[in-house]
């Protein structure tokens, strides 16, 4: 038998694919079925409810959307709130908001002091994981990695099957504790195996938070200063959570739901994070800004920026996806507060560095693409184009030192918080398998003999 050339196989193998497989996408009108879980008017379809998280962008009125402010809510606290209230008593406010995701109430200072002890405590990673789950199948991408370390948590557990709430408490907790740690280690083995740099691995420090031990982790001399520790701390505040319905907590949702263990669920939500559509955004978001970086010469002409924008929208430039990465969201309308606060933490420490003009393009391309969006489309929706998280994140992480290949891992073991908590209320109170309807187009047809098959 002679070998197949596998490209031409593969190639026609996919002859006619489209023709099978494909949908026109008239036929989610003419069958009224909300492509995305999303109405045509823009706002979701309830797929199911939830004491965790509210995420406020518009209201409507006599059927009509009616823009406001974004509001970010945390178990009934704005995210601005929590935000600002860890900065003016000076102390991090990650674990806190973990806490309260978690556990439904802010902690009094004793329960927090404890929940930090807890997280330290858990950080560690069972004996010989790094060895045999990171170092000897290095991956270029830390995502698929956090995936995989994830799923291989499963076999160093012993009790990873016992079904009762204080262990889902257990692993969640462990998780949170567990994920920095993982990213980092993947990262370094990434950088020895195929950068072809020196691997240096750092004892952890218990003393340090969530935020400090990243620092910590990543680079080679572990020095960093009080405010990058906390403009880091914010980033993670910010990321923790976001509702029920983004993509990633759906997915844990949906995982929960059939009855399977927390690590594949939390693995399955990392997966999802990684999409470019969802926590992969903001790497766009750097790739488009250095895009506009070469082909602008002169940053501060908004004619300029204004042109190439035009030309993104139109597909004539960037990646030919049309698409202002980094600005429009979903629910948000006029602002995205998360958005807000990480652009004003982000200003202040820019101020004066070369990165200061980086933060001047966005701010430019945040200010004209809405209006050049209603240029080219007539939709009602277009006007409310607000700038996102992922506008401005990268490029705090950036700034912050944090690799270009740590941005949507950096989203993961932030947003860890909200999917625990999403998995904890779905194990105490869904108790159905997540399962929607499908409307099937195919026709019935007569079975034909492989003889007169062509």
């Known amino acids: 038998m002679s070998k197949l050339d596998n490209t031409d196989y593969i190639n026609s193998l996919c002859r006619g694919l489209r023709e099978y497989s494909a949908l026109d996408p008239e036929l989610f009108h003419k069958y009224h079925v909300n492509r995305g879980l999303r109405r045509p008017d823009g706002t979701g379809v309830v797929a199911g409810i939830t004491k965790i998280c509210n995420v406020h962008g518009y209201m409507l009125n006599e059927g009509e959307i009616e823009a406001i402010p974004g509001e970010l809510i945390y178990r009934g606290y704005e995210i601005t709130d929590l935000v600002h209230a860890a900065e003016q008593e000076n102390r991090f406010g990650y674990e806190e908001t973990a806490y309260l995701l978690l556990f439904g109430k802010l902690p009094t200072a004793e329960q927090l002091a404890d929940f930090r002890r807890y997280i330290a405590e858990s950080r560690e990673l069972p004996d010989g994981f790094v060895l045999d789950m990171i170092a000897k199948a290095p991956s270029n991408n830390i995502m698929n990695k956090l995936a995989r370390s994830v799923l291989a948590l ?265 999917w625990a908590a999403h998995r904890i209320e779905e194990v105490l109170t869904g108790g159905r398998i997540i399962r929607p309807a499908y409307k099937s187009l195919a026709k019935r047809v007569s079975y034909i003999p492989m003889a007169e098959r062509k």
């Open 154 to 418: 499963y076999s160093y557990d012993e009790e990873c099957e016992v079904r009762t709430l204080e262990n889902e408490v257990r692993i969640a907790v462990s998780m949170i504790a567990r994920l920095p740690v993982i990213m980092s280690a993947a990262y370094q083995v990434k950088r020895q195996h195929f950068d072809g740099e020196s691997l240096v691995m750092h004892p952890l420090r218990p003393e340090e938070s969530n935020a400090e031990t990243i620092l910590s982790l990543l680079r080679l001399d572990r020095k960093y200063t009080s405010e990058e520790a906390h403009l880091l701390d914010v980033c993670m505040m910010l990321h923790a959570e976001h509702g029920g319905g983004n993509n990633s907590a759906f997915t844990c949702r949906v995982l929960t739901s059939s009855g399977t263990d927390p690590y594949s669920a939390y693995s399955g939500a990392i997966g999802a994070l990684k999409g470019f559509r969802h926590g992969g955004a903001n790497i766009k978001v750097i790739e488009q800004l250095e895009m506009f970086k070469r082909e602008i010469s002169d940053p501060e002409n908004e004619g300029q920026v204004a042109d190439l924008i035009r030309r993104v929208l139109r597909k004539e430039a960037g990646d030919g996806a049309g698409l202002i990465y980094g600005m429009g969201h979903a629910v948000y309308t006029l602002s995205d507060p998360r958005a807000v606060l990480l652009k004003e933490k982000a200003f202040e420490l820019a101020k004066g560095r070369e990165i200061e003009a980086d933060f001047r393009l966005l701010e430019t391309i945040e200010r004209l693409t809405p209006e050049l969006i209603s240029e080219k489309s007539a939709h009602a929706a277009a006007k409310y184009f607000c700038a996102n998280v992922d506008l401005y994140s990268g490029l705090v992480y950036r700034m912050l030192g944090i690799p270009a290949d740590l941005l949507t891992p950096m989203f993961a073991v932030s947003r860890i918080a909200g």
